[in-house]
């Protein structure tokens, strides 16, 4: 890469890869915990990130690029990593203990990834794309605090009774 436009390019094609990879690993993760809150948590997740995919469409369309070609090799690692721990935690509460966790460590992924291409946007004039950069990061920070509230008021405590 040798402009900004092409890492700007670079940065929306991950978080697209993101995005798209994240729904399918949201839809495993709602199928594999026990905590009812915690499913409806996963699933409402998953709706939101196919429109956080769709802002990035557009995002990429206002720049002339396509959203497609980046993998998202961080995303990826942090996936595998999941899917490691779910065979190997076999309790019930203790493994929406450890998805939480694992769910956490995506939305961090996600929030850095989001706030480097937003302040990218940002100092390219491209002032649209940063809006719908933001939405998304807001977003993400939110799920993040959910999950937050959700292992500390009942999986983690379930967890540890068991």
Known sequence: METMDEVMEHCLQELYA???EGVKALTKLAKEVSEPKLKQAFERHAE????????IEEACELLGITPKGKPAVGLKGLIDET????????NE?????VIIGAAQKMEHYEIA????????AEE???????KLLEKTLEEEKNTDEKLTKLAEQRVNKKAVQE
């Open 18 to 20: 993101a995005e798209t």
């Open 48 to 55: 939101e990130t196919e429109k956080q995919a769709q802002r």
């Open 124 to 130: 390219a004039g491209e002032d649209k794309v940063a």
């Open 93 to 97: 509460s203790l493994r929406d203990a």
């Open 83 to 90: 899917e490691t721990l779910l065979k190997e935690v076999k």
């Open 113 to 120: 990834a989001y706030g480097t291409a937003r302040s990218l």
